[in-house]
């Protein structure tokens, strides 16, 4: 009996090293910029000027951070955006988990409209929606107030949360609801008791994707909030730039890293459900 070839492992281990290679290319190239915006953040007003900029500051200093809370209401923004997310991911979720449902389980001509105006939703610039929402808010006399502000968030994220549910709710076995249909479940009850537990990694991706969104967004509340003690913290970002364009780049490099922390932190500690979330949320039923 013949002796079968031995496998190269010398090609299999260079793949391997130059994935390795690419993968540090690539977390080198996302993480670069906060980088330099944390290494900015501690530098005095002398190295900020520099004309040979180093990453590492010689002389580090919490002095950006005190101007930065001194000249910008930081906590009080941050409370306003913390509270828009948070109500906006919640209540998108309440939305779409049982629509994303019925979108997954029924088959037809309306299923597939709906779901393709869903995607198609998506294509619409902010420029284009922003006058009727300011209208539709003027009428409801929720301007320049954060439940306002909230409402648009859930409007605009609402699809986006639809659209990875109903991926979610097809990777879950049609099975297991029929036999909870066998044991006298209704519908409502299969949702909460057999298929919510199941799409728990999905429900916390999507619910982090929506939170993330309405944190960072910038377009929607510069021009629905005009009262300084409504405004959110990307708002208040802008107002350390001068009326020429010029940045007070300490202070805004120390408030942009308190407004990337939540972020960060909100991922560092779900970041197992998100995984698992997405590779569910990949699997087409």
Request: net charge positive; aromatic share 10%; proline share 7%.
């Amino acid at each position: 009996m013949a002796a079968r070839p031995r496998r190269s492992v010398r090609p299999r281990r260079s793949v391997r090293t130059a994935q390795y290679l690419a993968l540090a290319a690539y977390l080198g190239f996302l993480g670069f910029p906060f980088l330099w915006l944390l290494s900015t953040a501690f530098k005095p007003a002398r190295e900020l000027g520099s004309l040979h900029p180093t990453w590492i500051p010689h002389d580090p200093t919490l002095d950006n951070f005190r101007r930065a809370f001194d000249e910008q209401p930081l906590l009080r923004s941050g409370l306003n955006s913390l509270t828009a997310a948070l109500c906006a991911a919640v209540i998108a979720l309440v939305l779409a988990t049982p629509a994303a449902f019925v979108l997954a389980r029924r088959r037809g001509r309306l299923a597939a409209a709906a779901t393709g105006w869903v995607v198609v939703s998506q294509a619409f610039p902010f420029v284009l929606v922003i006058i009727p929402l300011f209208l539709v808010l003027k009428e409801l006399r929720m301007i320049n107030s954060v439940p306002g502000l909230v409402l648009v968030y859930v409007v605009w994220s609402l699809p986006f949360a639809l659209w990875m549910l109903v991926g979610y709710v097809r990777a879950v076995p049609a099975e297991l609801e029929e036999a909870a249909a066998v044991d006298g479940a209704g519908r409502l009850r299969t949702l909460v008791s057999v298929v919510a537990p199941l799409l728990a990694p999905g429900i916390v991706a999507t619910g982090l994707f929506a939170f993330v969104t309405a944190w960072n967004e910038f377009f929607f509340a510069l021009v629905l909030l005009k009262s300084p003690r409504q405004q959110t913290l990307p708002v208040v970002l802008t107002h350390f730039l001068g009326a020429e364009g010029a940045a007070d780049l300490g202070p805004l490099a120390a408030a942009a890293c308190l407004a990337t922390l939540p972020s960060l932190l909100v991922f560092s500690l779900i970041q197992r459900r998100i995984t698992g979330g997405m590779l569910a949320g990949s699997v087409k039923g």
